[in-house]
């Protein structure tokens, strides 16, 4: 394994310690030694595997109502007051298809690049559980709505140590069907009782199948963050994945290259993108564990335990599991229409759906929109794919330097280091967040003139945060947080570090970055970290001119 350099620097000052007889930096050593040859041992058991994950992720689609009956989809209703007959499976109720749900799976199959099937069909799924009163789920599992398509996404990699990536990277689709949701268990287990809540019951899915193109946790989470942002985009699904509107379902195996796919588990409902990256990587590293300690793994389903960050046993192997599936009796095949293959009726009016019409509802989609930002201002992919990401950034970012006012560089440098540090801080995105637009351009604007210092920009941040009403200079002026660029007093410091501090005096004439460091600190200690370095690095170079050789 590379060790990173800060990590050798730190492993040298503690030999040199030890070699002292300093027992406590020796126990530290060890520690950290400890902690080096575990890393290493889990890199290379990573270089002599492979892994392979496939996503099954449910969307629930954004409907005023659910997929099979009129009854509301609000979140966060009271218990059982959204519930139709027909989800409480009352005898003699029929299901009536949302035509709206359909329109929502067939769009956000065009934007995948998915086939859409002209004729696709119900059926039901088998299982008894007591949030499935009918006994049954209704799904598509012989001819779904669309087959195929694909996801490009980026992948960005951030190591300790390392420096951060990004790539694009694309995962193939199997299939995207509609099914419904079920309701919800609720367990009491001071009264050893469980209540069923049917609200959810019945709540339209599409659900989206992967081909195991993904590699770890750190790929799988990637890409979720980018269907969700998609479906958000394309207003079929709000992502919120803290409500279950998004759930994940991990199928991931491991083997040795050139050796035969190995046996997979499943990993259900995880229900966040960072749960998504934690769940697959422990798994992975389960399976090689057993592997290589000469067991086998099972083909079983397992949860997330989000506490102990470990994927724990939910039921035996999924292969003994009998869904008997069969045709939906009660609901027709269902049919998307081309204008050539639409019938002679209006098809808006006999309620088919017209693949064309709804082909006219698809606006700008993420990759489009970071292809474009990049180019048009000459980013990197990174730094594009953080303004699409972040809800409201890439907005703030084109007000900001609309008719080249302002320097892209500079204001992208801001927006994406200290004001998306002061959003995160705050849990807040950018469309949330108080802080006016044109404040933000007064920040960008004293930084650009050297009024303020990077360091000092976060702190006029947090405070407009704070107090939104306040313009970015007034915050300046009443903090005192503007630059010292009086050049004759920050010289006076300089002189006033070297001759109180030999040791810095020292380093500067021996010279370097270092040297110029060793007095950078002391100064702007001195000065509340409010000297221009600028000044303080020509000062400090003059004074090296002038020392004797």
């Given at each position: 394994m590379a060790t990173m350099g800060w990590n050798r620097l730190y492993l040298n000052n503690l030999k040199n310690m030890c070699k002292c007889g300093n027992t406590l930096h020796r126990s530290y050593l060890e520690t950290y030694m400890r902690h080096i040859r575990r890393l290493s041992k889990k890199t290379s058991r990573k270089c002599e595997w492979q892994s392979r994950v496939g996503l099954e992720v449910h969307a629930q689609i954004s409907s005023s109502s659910k997929l099979f009956s009129g009854a509301a989809t609000r979140y966060g209703a009271p218990v059982n007051t959204q519930v139709a007959f027909f989800d409480a499976a009352l005898p003699g109720t029929l299901p009536v298809l949302n035509k709206a749900c359909v329109e929502a799976g067939v769009l956000t199959a065009l934007a995948l690049g998915c086939q859409i099937s002209p004729v696709s069909v119900f059926d039901r799924k088998h299982y008894f559980y007591a949030d499935m009163p009918a006994g049954y789920q209704i799904t598509q599992q012989r001819q779904p709505l669309a087959q195929g398509g694909q996801l490009s996404f980026v992948h960005i990699r951030a190591r300790e140590g390392e420096r951060v990536t990004a790539e694009t990277r694309t995962c193939r689709l199997i299939q995207l069907q509609l099914e419904q949701d079920s309701g919800k268990s609720l367990h009491d287990f001071h009264c050893r009782r469980s209540l069923i809540d049917l609200n959810r019951a019945g709540i339209g899915l599409m659900e989206l199948v992967t081909h195991p193109d993904l590699q770890s946790?750190?790929?799988?989470?990637?890409?979720?963050?980018?269907?969700?942002?998609?479906?958000?985009?394309?207003?079929?699904?709000?992502?919120?994945?803290?409500?279950?509107?998004?759930?994940?379902?991990?199928?991931?195996?491991?083997?040795?290259?050139?050796?035969?796919?190995?046996?997979?588990?499943?990993?259900?409902?995880?229900?966040?993108?960072?749960?998504?990256?934690?769940?697959?990587?422990?798994?992975?590293?389960?399976?090689?564990?057993?592997?290589?300690?000469?067991?086998?793994?099972?083909?079983?389903?397992?949860?997330?335990?989000?506490?102990?960050?470990?994927?724990?046993?939910?039921?035996?192997?999924?292969?003994?599991?009998?869904?008997?599936?069969?045709?939906?009796?009660?609901?027709?095949?269902?049919?998307?229409?081309?204008?050539?293959?639409?019938?002679?009726?209006?098809?808006?009016?006999?309620?088919?759906?017209?693949?064309?019409?709804?082909?006219?509802?698809?606006?700008?989609?993420?990759?489009?929109?970071?292809?474009?930002?990049?180019?048009?201002?000459?980013?990197?992919?990174?730094?594009?794919?953080?303004?699409?990401?972040?809800?409201?950034?890439?907005?703030?970012?084109?007000?900001?330097?609309?008719?080249?006012?302002?320097?892209?560089?500079?204001?992208?440098?801001?927006?994406?280091?200290?004001?998306?540090?002061?959003?995160?801080?705050?849990?807040?995105?950018?469309?949330?967040c108080p802080i006016p637009v044109e404040s933000l351009g007064e920040v960008c604007d004293m930084l650009a003139s050297r009024e303020i210092s990077t360091s000092a920009s976060r702190k006029v941040l947090s405070l407009l945060f704070e107090r939104p009403e306040l313009s970015g200079r007034e915050v300046v002026e009443q903090e005192s947080l503007g630059q010292i660029r009086d050049r004759q007093l920050i010289e006076e410091v300089v002189n006033e570090v070297l001759t109180t501090q030999p040791k810095v005096m020292k380093k500067l004439k021996k010279g370097g970055s270092r040297a110029l460091n060793a007095v950078m600190g002391p100064v702007q200690q001195k000065l509340d970290r409010r000297a221009d370095p600028r000044i303080v690095t020509e000062i400090v170079h003059d004074i090296f001119k002038r020392l004797p050789r």
């Amino acid at each position: 394994m590379a060790t990173m350099g800060w990590n050798r620097l730190y492993l040298n000052n503690l030999k040199n310690m030890c070699k002292c007889g300093n027992t406590l930096h020796r126990s530290y050593l060890e520690t950290y030694m400890r902690h080096i040859r575990r890393l290493s041992k889990k890199t290379s058991r990573k270089c002599e595997w492979q892994s392979r994950v496939g996503l099954e992720v449910h969307a629930q689609i954004s409907s005023s109502s659910k997929l099979f009956s009129g009854a509301a989809t609000r979140y966060g209703a009271p218990v059982n007051t959204q519930v139709a007959f027909f989800d409480a499976a009352l005898p003699g109720t029929l299901p009536v298809l949302n035509k709206a749900c359909v329109e929502a799976g067939v769009l956000t199959a065009l934007a995948l690049g998915c086939q859409i099937s002209p004729v696709s069909v119900f059926d039901r799924k088998h299982y008894f559980y007591a949030d499935m009163p009918a006994g049954y789920q209704i799904t598509q599992q012989r001819q779904p709505l669309a087959q195929g398509g694909q996801l490009s996404f980026v992948h960005i990699r951030a190591r300790e140590g390392e420096r951060v990536t990004a790539e694009t990277r694309t995962c193939r689709l199997i299939q995207l069907q509609l099914e419904q949701d079920s309701g919800k268990s609720l367990h009491d287990f001071h009264c050893r009782r469980s209540l069923i809540d049917l609200n959810r019951a019945g709540i339209g899915l599409m659900e989206l199948v992967t081909h195991p193109d993904l590699q770890s946790g750190e790929d799988a989470a990637c890409f979720v963050r980018e269907l969700q942002l998609l479906l958000k985009t394309l207003g079929t699904c709000d992502g919120k994945m803290q409500e279950g509107s998004l759930r994940v379902d991990a199928n991931i195996s491991v083997n040795r290259p050139g050796e035969p796919w190995g046996v997979r588990t499943e990993v259900k409902n995880i229900n966040s993108i960072r749960n998504v990256s934690k769940a697959i990587d422990f798994e992975i590293q389960r399976q090689i564990e057993i592997l290589e300690n000469g067991g086998q793994v099972e083909n079983e389903t397992r949860g997330f335990d989000a506490e102990t960050n470990e994927t724990v046993q939910m039921r035996d192997k999924e292969k003994l599991l009998d869904y008997r599936f069969m045709p939906e009796p009660n609901l027709p095949p269902l049919h998307v229409y081309t204008h050539q293959r639409a019938p002679s009726v209006r098809a808006s009016a006999c309620g088919a759906v017209v693949m064309e019409e709804v082909a006219e509802r698809l606006r700008e989609l993420p990759g489009q929109i970071r292809a474009r930002v990049q180019e048009q201002y000459d980013i990197p992919l990174m730094s594009a794919s953080l303004l699409v990401t972040e809800e409201g950034m890439l907005e703030m970012f084109e007000w900001l330097v609309k008719d080249g006012s302002r320097e892209v560089v500079p204001v992208l440098n801001m927006l994406l280091n200290e004001f998306l540090g002061v959003l995160h801080e705050h849990d807040c995105s950018a469309a949330e967040c108080p802080i006016p637009v044109e404040s933000l351009g007064e920040v960008c604007d004293m930084l650009a003139s050297r009024e303020i210092s990077t360091s000092a920009s976060r702190k006029v941040l947090s405070l407009l945060f704070e107090r939104p009403e306040l313009s970015g200079r007034e915050v300046v002026e009443q903090e005192s947080l503007g630059q010292i660029r009086d050049r004759q007093l920050i010289e006076e410091v300089v002189n006033e570090v070297l001759t109180t501090q030999p040791k810095v005096m020292k380093k500067l004439k021996k010279g370097g970055s270092r040297a110029l460091n060793a007095v950078m600190g002391p100064v702007q200690q001195k000065l509340d970290r409010r000297a221009d370095p600028r000044i303080v690095t020509e000062i400090v170079h003059d004074i090296f001119k002038r020392l004797p050789r």
